[in-house]
């Protein structure tokens, strides 16, 4: 036994709680196996984990310990068990779990997380109950360092100025992104923003966050009421002096804080808001320190009287550029009116000053190499005229010195004169060097040159040709750059278009539509301008797509890429091993794919995307080629890459939809089509995904979400048969009190329309027709069914239908005619009938009163499922009961025994053993002994089962009501309820045992209440005299409660 | 508790059934999955225990092993549940393309989870013995929850429990050598043979979990 063998063993041993009752524990008692994988961990910074936990584990999530706790909730780590991945989780604080507020205002804070959906912004996953029910929710688990970690570690705040501006850029993006879905974080600060691995930034913490326009909340109002006495820290990591949020009358960070919200005037809080905060964020940058917070008085006293004086002189003096300094002082003006207006706009400050930074940068170093170059020259034709130089200068030495005396006091004048010209053309040079950085300063510029011009003019003895020739090179130079700056943008405009085309791949888009856009955007570029274009590559990778081989061959003439485009595919497996570029990869690969060799292309594009992870072509086939799980990730790196592109996004939603996650691919999915809702085939996936969601929510109860989600499905594709199926089914049971039986019925009519030949589909219409008391119509659709099927149907299938008219004449009570159909089903199909039949037919003349009939056909059913081991209390009580009705009492005790003997032979484990207590406690034929064994049962069940397994709930209950401390089972038989529609049999059972319990514990009203609505089901439902169990039950509720 | 569970002792065919159920469901869940008799999988279960109980056990002798004969039962009951629904109304050959016909596959499943019910033991023994043998045994325990039911580094543990690493290096050397112990204790409960098979069994149970 090898170590690492051992290690393993010991994990399998120390992992079982951990695999709970989790989906995977539930899909290997499906299927006997579990898929595990764990991938190498991704990063190598230290995990955020500060201590040990012990927050209650959810049926899905193990909690590992605590990340940081703030005023009402507490961040845990968490381990997702199914998928193996390690997760933020965000719960309420324990003393606030009671709290509704506070409650709604966290379960908004997912929601704002979970809509957001932005590389900047960090994912929510889900939101969920735990073990106490209280509710959490899960993120993506940031591993990183906060900003405010990674300021305070400069030595000065000039070190790394550059590295800051460009994180500050990507936050002000997202701020942008957020301001742009209504959204405001109103605690923007250091400590909220983490920097990854990778230069990766994203916001966290939008528990403050408000939204704008579409209603919101009130949140102070509500935390006022919520904790009146709290000013305790909301924040995940604390900084500094006056960097903590105060929770209750005024929320945020006062350090970072602009007037109105520090004076608590929440009605003026909007986008520019957080605008101070970025500006708040960018003088610590400049400065190493907030606007606020030096000095005797507290940050939230300065922050609302805007005492700025001391944060404007540190900007002046902080050796930053003018224009950066003016941008903060910007954004921190105490009157909003005068800040940007919103993130949006800072950006596009940001991002200009950036780049003319960048373009600086650039030309200091061209213009270091050419004065390099210059001085060389210089030095060697010094060399040649210097003795010729000295006695010049001795000559003009003399003769000066002799009229320098005379002149001194007119040259003074003179000079002084000039002083403001020399000034205006110093401002219009500076001002044509901004201009060349950035275009939208042109006028700025001119009106510069102009001045200059004026100046001189009205300047004796200023150069005014000299100032001429500046105002008409600054046109010329304007000209020059707005028709690069057109030509530019017109690439990129071209560019963008072929990247959208291209996304339009695989069956959703039609071939003809997408030859058709490229004719369109490459018209009237002939080949030699797309040889010259600085977006050739983009171009001769939209040929290739496009598959005009010849004319890709014309722009980009390489022998190996023409190889590629004529070649068969015998010769292209051939070329998989060269050494090529990634984009001469990607057009292998797509060649190849065509080709049919699937495998080797995606193989190629593994090996091009490793060399060119940025390049979005490739990502994006790449998931396009990848499995269905591996897909999603691909195209988010694409997403990520061309972020906001529509088709961009459709591939990912798909992807993830495919994936079945659909609760990441439906709001994807759902932008999409918020932009354009013929996009694609993004309606038919926007309902699948909306209709999966609800089959999601109607398996977790949610019945009133899921019934929303199917509607809106079916709005979105009206021919969705599994909406329309799911939303009979829901009608059917989402009121107790009057079910939408036309609606549904309705719904379940729609679905067979769509899909006549779904034998599912067929069944629930007739099944809930019989139910619904409207049996002759479910005749005749069975009939009219079998009608067609007399011809071309094959013999199960008229069996089937058979089978199902023999139900319909069974809810109509003609029973003789439900006989003869249902052994005509069986003789049809050529089969021995199943024990579910033989039942059927024993129930079948129970109830039209031939009890001898039905003993002896019930006899042959147990016969003949007891050769599978097969145990059915519901045969033994039609037996006994068949018995009696005749009179055989012996031969009904004796099925009693024989019965019981069957359970207790089976009794070995606590499922079998819960099954026996069940039946004992709802037996219409109770025994002396028998509520004594079914405690004994219950108390053995208890110590060895899954308490929460519904046979053990279930068992508890009826034989705590019928046998034991009624009180004990109140509380879960009232939760299960809301488990059953109005027209379930079994439901109505628990509900007289439940309206029992009631009784028994003296809340009479609730107890007739229920009774009531057992009532209501027995005359409006189709209730068969051979559901024994239920007439049982309703019998001794209605006994007990004297009615 | 095989014998005395044969023999009809009611404790033990308890015992019984609850240790050796994981592995009777994944071999039959495996080979019906998808297919029409995925609803049978209880009811075969059931049939199983009760075939066991009902002389089955008798048959497990010195020289099998008790998995092999616990896998025939469970393949047998199987392949009669299969005939009997051959024979049903509602059979259709389209039905059993979703069968796996490979028994290999099958046998790694009910394997994998025969050897996570060994491992169950061999950790419910090691508690078992920790808590007779004191505060630090069964603090070893707890050493190897965190280490691997939570996947806390020695390092960390040290941490939390202001501990010397040092210290609980040495600790966790002893845990492992006690859980060793308890797992080849038993597997010789259900092996036959010497040292040198206990020790070949151990490594085909853990091989499933490297």
Redesign the interface.
């Known amino acids: 036994?090898?170590s690492?063998?051992?290690?393993?063993?010991?994990?399998?041993?120390?992992?079982?709680?951990?695999r709970g009752d989790s989906i995977l524990a539930t899909i290997?008692?499906?299927?006997?196996?579990v898929p595990r994988v764990f991938l190498r961990d991704d990063s190598t910074l230290p995990s955020p984990?500060v201590?040990?936990a012990d927050g209650p584990d959810s049926d899905r999530y193990?909690v590992?310990g605590e990340i940081g706790r703030g005023g009402v909730g507490v961040v845990l780590k968490g381990?997702d068990i199914d998928l193996g991945r390690d997760v933020a989780m965000k719960v309420l604080r324990d003393d606030f779990a009671g709290n509704p507020e506070v409650i709604q205002r966290f379960v908004e804070e997912a929601q704002i997380g979970g809509q957001l959906q932005h590389p900047g912004i960090v994912p929510v996953y889900e939101l969920g109950l735990n073990a106490h029910k209280q509710p959490f929710f899960t993120m993506k688990l940031v591993k990183g360092e906060t900003l405010s970690a990674l300021l305070t570690k400069r030595a000065t705040a000039q070190e790394g100025r550059r590295r800051f501006l460009r994180i500050f850029e990507q936050v002000c993006e997202t701020m942008a992104y957020a301001h742009t879905r209504g959204v405001i974080h109103r605690d923007l600060k250091p400590s909220n923003i983490m920097v990854g691995a990778f230069g990766e930034v994203q916001i966290v913490d939008w528990g403050f966050a408000k939204i704008l326009r579409r209603g919101g909340v009130d949140d102070e109002r509500r935390a006022k009421e919520a904790a009146p006495t709290t000013t305790v820290v909301e924040t995940i990591r604390s900084g500094s002096v006056g960097s903590e949020s105060c929770a209750g009358s005024v929320m945020g960070t006062p350090a970072y804080m602009p007037p109105e919200q520090a004076l608590g005037e929440i009605d003026k809080l909007d986008e520019r808001s957080d605008v101070f905060a970025l500006g708040a964020l960018l003088c610590e940058i400049l400065t190493g320190r907030p606007p606020y917070g030096e000095g005797d008085d507290s940050a939230l006293v300065q922050a609302a009287e805007a005492r700025l004086d001391g944060a404007h002189a540190r900007l002046d003096n902080c050796g930053a550029d003018a224009d950066l300094v003016q941008i903060t002082k910007r954004c921190l003006a105490p009157a909003p009116a005068v800040r940007y207006k919103d993130a949006g706009e800072v950006v596009e400050v940001i991002s200009g000053h950036l780049a003319a930074v960048e373009e600086r940068a650039q030309k200091a170093d061209r213009a270091a190499a050419v004065a390099k170059a210059k001085a060389a020259e210089e030095a060697k034709r010094r060399r040649l005229t210097v003795a010729l130089a000295a006695a010049l200068v001795c000559a003009v030495v003399a003769t000066a010195s002799g009229l320098y005396w005379v002149d001194k006091e007119q040259r003074f004048s003179r000079e002084l004169a000039l002083v403001p010209v020399a000034d205006a053309k110093d401002a219009a040079l500076l001002a044509h060097g901004e201009a060349r950085a950035d275009l939208s300063k042109w006028g700025d510029a001119l009106e510069a040159a102009k001045h200059h011009l004026a100046s001189a003019e009205a300047t004796e003895g200023a150069d005014v040709d000299q100032a001429r020739m500046l105002v008409s090179k600054v046109r010329r130079d304007r000209e020059a750059a707005e028709q690069a700056a057109a030509a530019a943008a017109k690439d990129q405009r071209l560019v963008s278009r072929l990247e959208e085309i291209y996304t339009w791949r695989g069956e959703d888009f039609p071939d003809d539509a997408r030859a058709q856009a490229y004719d369109k955007a490459l018209s009237g570029i002939d080949a030699e301008s797309m040889r010259a274009s600085p977006a050739k590559a983009e171009i001769v990778a939209a040929l290739d797509d496009w598959e005009k081989f010849d004319l890709a061959s014309e722009v980009d003439p390489d022998p190996w890429c023409i190889k590629v485009r004529v070649a068969e595919i015998e010769s292209l497996k051939k070329l998989v091993k060269d050494e090529r570029e990634p984009r001469d990869l990607l057009l292998l690969a797509a060649r190849l794919e065509r080709g049919g060799e699937t495998e080797a292309a995606r193989e190629l594009l593994l090996r091009a995307h490793k060399v060119a992870p940025k390049d979005f072509r490739i990502a994006f086939a790449l998931g396009a080629a990848s499995e269905t799980n591996d897909a999603p990730r691909y195209f988010q790196i694409a997403s990520l890459l061309r972020s906001g592109r529509i088709g961009t996004d459709y591939g990912w939603g798909v992807s993830m939809l495919e994936a079945k996650d659909m609760r990441s691919a439906t709001p994807l999915l759902e932008s999409v089509y918020e932009r354009d809702s013929e996009f694609g085939k993004i309606r038919l996936r926007l309902a699948k995904a909306t209709q999966m969601l609800g089959s999601s929510d109607m398996n977790a109860g949610r019945l009133d979400v899921a019934k929303t989600q199917f509607r809106r499905a079916l709005e979105l594709d009206p021919d969705n048969e599994k909406a329309s199926i799911q939303l009979g089914w829901i009608l059917f049971r989402t009121s107790i009190e009057k079910p939408d039986v036309d609606d549904a019925i309705e719904a379940f009519r729609n679905a067979v329309r769509l899909n006549p030949e779904h034998p599912q589909w067929r069944q629930m219409l007739l099944s809930h027709l019989q139910g619904a008391k409207r049996g002759e119509e479910a005749v005749q659709m069975a009939q009219e069914r079998l009608e067609s099927l007399s011809e071309s149907g094959t013999n199960?299938a008229r069996?089937m239908c058979l089978a199902q008219l023999a139900d319909s004449y069974r809810s109509i009570d003609r029973n003789d005619d439900a006989i003869r159909s249902l052994r005509l089903a069986?003789k049809t199909?050529?089969?021995?009938?199943?024990y579910q039949d033989l039942f059927k037919i024993a129930r079948m003349y129970f109830e039209k009163g031939d009890y001898a009939a039905a003993a002896q056909v019930t006899r042959e059913a147990i016969k003949s499922s007891a050769?599978?081991?097969?145990l059915s209390a519901y045969y033994y009580d039609l037996l006994v009961m068949s018995f009696r009705k005749v009179g055989r009492a012996s031969e009904a005790a004796a099925a009693i025994e024989e019965c019981r003997r069957r359970y207790e032979e089976?009794a070995?484990?606590w499922s079998?053993k819960a099954q026996l207590a069940w039946w004992l406690a709802r037996s219409p034929h109770p025994g002396a002994q028998d509520g004594e064994r079914a405690l004994e049962l219950i108390r053995e069940v208890e110590k060895?089962g899954d308490k929460a397994n519904p046979i053990c709930v279930v068992a508890k209950a009826l034989v705590n009501v019928r046998y034991g401390n009624p009180a004990d089972s109140v509380d879960w038989l009232e939760a299960s309820m809301k488990g059953y529609g109005p027209t379930h049999v079994t439901g109505a059972q628990h509900r007289c045992v439940l309206a029992m319990a009631l009784w028994s514990v003296g809340r009479k009203d609730d107890a007739r209440e229920q009774l009531g609505i057992v009532r209501k089901f027995m005359t409006t439902w189709k209730v068969y005299a051979s559901e024994l169990a239920l007439h049982d039950a309703y019998r001794r509720a209605r006994e007990m409660i004297g009615e | 508790m095989i014998r005395g569970a044969a023999a009809g002792n009611?404790e033990d065919?308890?015992q019984?059934?609850?240790r050796y159920?994981p592995a009777v469901?994944?071999?039959?869940?495996?080979?019906w999955?998808r297919g029409p008799l995925?609803g049978d999988v209880d009811?075969a279960v059931?049939?199983v225990?009760?075939e066991c109980?009902k002389g089955a056990l008798e048959r497990a002798d010195e020289q099998r092993g008790f998995r092999g004969l616990l896998y025939g039962i469970a393949r047998n009951v199987a392949r009669r549940?299969e005939e009997?629904r051959r024979?049903?109304?509602?059979?259709?050959a389209s039905e059993w393309s979703a069968v796996p016909a490979d028994e290999g596959s099958l046998s790694a499943?009910f394997d994998?989870?025969w050897?996570?019910s060994i491992?169950?033991l061999?950790?419910n023994r090691q508690a078992d013995n920790a808590r007779e043998l004191g505060v630090d045994a069964e603090r070893r325990i707890r050493l190897?929850?965190l280490?691997?039911?939570?996947?806390?580094p020695i390092r960390?543990i040290a941490r939390?429990w202001e501990a010397s690493p040092e210290h609980l290096h040495r600790e966790y050397a002893k845990a492992?050598k006690e859980?060793?112990r308890c797992?080849v204790d038993v597997v010789s409960e259900h092996t036959p043979g010497d040292e040198e098979a206990i020790?070949r069994e151990?490594?085909h149970?853990?091989?499933?979990?490297?």
Request: some cysteine; charged content about 40%; hydrophobic content about 40%.
């Open positions: 036994m090898k690492e063998e051992l290690d393993g063993g010991l994990e399998a041993a120390y992992r079982k709680k951990a290997e008692r499906l299927t006997g196996a984990l201590k040990p193990q590992i381990r199960a069996s069986l199909n050529g089969g021995e009938p199943a050769a599978q081991r097969r089976m070995v484990n079998w060895e | 009611t065919k308890e019984f059934a609850r159920l469901r994944a071999y039959l869940g495996a080979r999955r995925a009811d059931q049939e225990f009760f109980f549940h009997r024979k049903k109304r509602e059979f259709q499943a994998r989870e050897a996570q491992l169950d061999a950790r190897l929850e280490r691997f039911e939570d996947g806390l960390d939390l492992r859980f060793r797992l020790e151990c490594s149970l853990l091989h499933f979990f490297s």
